[in-house]
């Protein structure tokens, strides 16, 4: 039984983390099923508004803590997380895999970044600088860079593991306090790494994780006057709620949203490749990942021939049980989403799309349970299709052919997804003016969907805004404080009368 598998690595109720301690909630039951098996592997209780109050007094109390550190003792607890992740990376990828329906060699590839990340945001931690200004004589004017105080993280069933650390390591490298919402469907690995950084010696209460709806826990924490930042990773729906709460509140948003991302395929790129890349661009997480490539656009004289390699290849992935180290494509992680990329594979259909591979359960699997969609390709799409402009989340890619540069930028250029982009083309010159001219917050030549916390990510127009990593994402969890010091002997203020003087 699967359940085991979760008992081992989690054993005792599933709750919110406050102030070190799992606290029940006592809302609507939320159901943990396995998305390769659809076993229900646990249930608990959505933690609600009152849970969320507590985490933001926890919060209050545990930031204060941390706070008070040095920036060298934050850094070396950040990087003595780093070493309990790595001790526990086993347990954390089998419960992702378990859970999250990841693959179990990406989810232990996920456990070894988390661990990259706290280490790199541990380097950081005392080398968060201000500077001095040179304003007017009679002035000594610094400016610090000084925490936020308490920043809400709302994280995504696609990648909880991945994402929570994303999201933590440099929010606590810059000394705010940090309550975690990871997915409804997904709370178990964040919960142990939350464990972890406290174990490491952060504070209890500078981190929580609390588990339950988004609509209920989430909206609390984020509404709440205590929040000084929301952080929100997931649908282009779910996070424009999040920012006018946040706004609502007073409060900035951080925003990590959908992507329709291109890779583009000039004639004189290396074809076999890009038919190489363009599967792991999109099949891999079963294209639950918001930087896939789901469009791949290539240039008319070459079309068929990228089109037949991509088919040949695409159909030899193996889609499995997520614990089977064989595995390279899992199933879905729930059944909504299931249901929704089997409608846009029928709609596509309908559409009159060539469907080149795929479409539907992988015969291999049979009838049995499980999420699991085989890697689907579509060939012409039309750029106003659906499939072409909206994001399905999905292993399923739509392919389109182009005639030149201008045409090339126009269709990758045309939707309201500016997150990942990529261009192949042996032709130095011409990659990067194409590579200038994609609309997009990360852009690949020659490759796709290399990612490092040491560079920035984030989206443009529909797919967000702000940057979650790298050196950039300090500015988003720190804000300027202004300090003038006044050092002339004799200051001379403009306004206002000494004692005694004459009126």
């Known amino acids: 039984m699967r359940a085991d598998i979760l008992a081992k690595h989690w054993p005792g109720p599933i709750g919110s983390l406050i102030d070190g301690e799992i606290v029940e909630g006592t809302g609507e039951a939320i159901g943990l099923v396995c998305p390769a098996t659809e076993e229900l592997l646990a249930s608990y209780a959505d933690a609600g508004a009152d849970v969320a109050a507590r985490a933001h007094t926890a919060a209050e109390r545990g930031g204060g803590a941390w706070r008070a550190l040095s920036a060298s003792r934050r850094g070396e607890i950040l990087m003595r997380a780093a070493d309990l992740v790595a001790r526990d990376a086993e347990a954390l990828a089998t419960v992702e895999a378990l859970v999250a329906g990841k693959p179990i060699r990406d989810a232990r590839a996920e456990a070894g970044r988390v661990a990259e990340m706290l280490r790199y945001y541990a380097g950081f931690a005392d080398k968060i600088e201000g500077r001095v200004v040179p304003v007017a004589s009679g002035h000594l004017t610094l400016v610090t860079p000084e925490p936020l105080g308490t ?7 696609n990648a909880p593991l991945f994402t929570a650390g994303w999201q933590l390591a440099p929010a ?4 705010n306090a940090a309550i975690l919402k990871p997915s409804e469907w997904t709370p178990v690995t964040s919960l142990m790494l939350g464990r972890l950084l406290i174990e490491a010696g952060v504070p209890a209460g500078a981190v929580s994780v609390v588990a339950g709806f988004g609509h209920t826990a989430g909206a609390a924490l984020v509404s709440d006057g205590r929040c000084g930042k929301a952080v929100f990773v997931g649908s282009v729906p779910s996070g424009r709620k999040v920012a006018a709460l946040a706004a609502a509140a007073g409060r900035p948003s951080l925003l990590e949203l959908g992507g329709k991302s291109a890779m583009v395929v000039f004639a004189d790129a290396d074809l076999a490749a890009a038919a190489t890349c363009a599967q792991g661009a999109i099949f891999a997480a079963a294209g639950q990942s918001c930087t896939a490539g789901s469009r791949l656009l290539v240039e008319r004289p070459v079309y068929e021939r990228v089109l037949d ?9 193996r889609v499995g049980d997520p614990l089977d180290p064989a595995t390279e494509v899992g199933p879905l992680q729930n059944a909504r989403q299931y249901a929704s990329v089997r409608g846009t594979i029928a709609a596509g259909r309908a559409t009159g799309a060539r469907l080149v591979l795929g479409g539907a359960r992988p015969a291999a699997l049979g009838e049995g349970p499980g999420y699991f969609v085989a890697p689907t390709i579509f060939a012409d799409v039309a750029p106003d299709a659906a499939l072409a402009r909206e994001e399905i989340f999905g292993p399923v890619l739509a392919v389109l052919p182009f005639d030149g540069e201008e045409e090339a930028l126009a269709l990758a250029n045309g939707t309201d997804f500016d997150l990942a982009g990529a261009v192949w083309s042996r032709d130095g010159a011409k990659a990067l003016r194409v590579a200038r001219g994609l609309r997009a917050g990360s852009v690949w030549v020659n490759g796709y969907r290399t990612l490092s916390v040491q560079a920035p990510f984030g989206g443009m127009r529909g797919s967000g805004f702000g940057r979650s990593s790298g050196a950039e994402v300090i500015a988003e969890y720190t804000q300027a404080k202004s300090l003038w010091i006044e050092t002339a002997a004799t200051p001379v203020f403009p306004f206002g ?4 003087a004459p009126g």
Request: charged residues 10%; neutral net charge.
């Open 172 to 175: 606590l490298a810059a000394g």
């Open 309 to 317: 390699w991509l088919a040949e290849g695409a159909a030899k992935l």
């Open 497 to 500: 009368y000494a004692p005694g």
């Open 151 to 157: 920043v809400v993280q709302i994280t995504p069933w």
